[in-house]
């Protein structure tokens, strides 16, 4: 509906509990409505929230698989402990 300014009407919070003309049938469907309403809110925000921590997890797994593949290839002990081998084997 149109207010008499040409400017439509933005819908106005009622308090169920005091609102003439309600059934307690209609009073009820209305908590449902609202609670079922709150939970989907709920619901959507910890997806955003689980997304997140799922991508921190895997950011952080990836980097320490990452590391320990960098680090084991910098690794050239063996490569020394074989060339000493090879010397001790050499001089014997």
Partial sequence: PRE?????AFAQRIDPAR?????PEQ???????????????LQRRL???NALL???????AF???????????????L???EQEAEAARARA
């Fill in 4 to 8: 008499p300014g040409g400017e439509a």
């Fill in 79 to 81: 490569d020394e402990l």
């Fill in 54 to 60: 799922a991508f921190g997890i895997g950011a952080v």
């Fill in 27 to 41: 009073r009820l469907l209305m908590a449902q409505v609202e609670r079922a309403q709150r939970q989907r809110a």
């Fill in 63 to 77: 980097g320490i698989y990452g590391y320990t593949f960098y680090s084991v290839s910098q690794e050239r002990f």
């Fill in 47 to 49: 997806r955003g929230r």
């Fill in 19 to 23: 609102e003439p003309g309600l059934s």
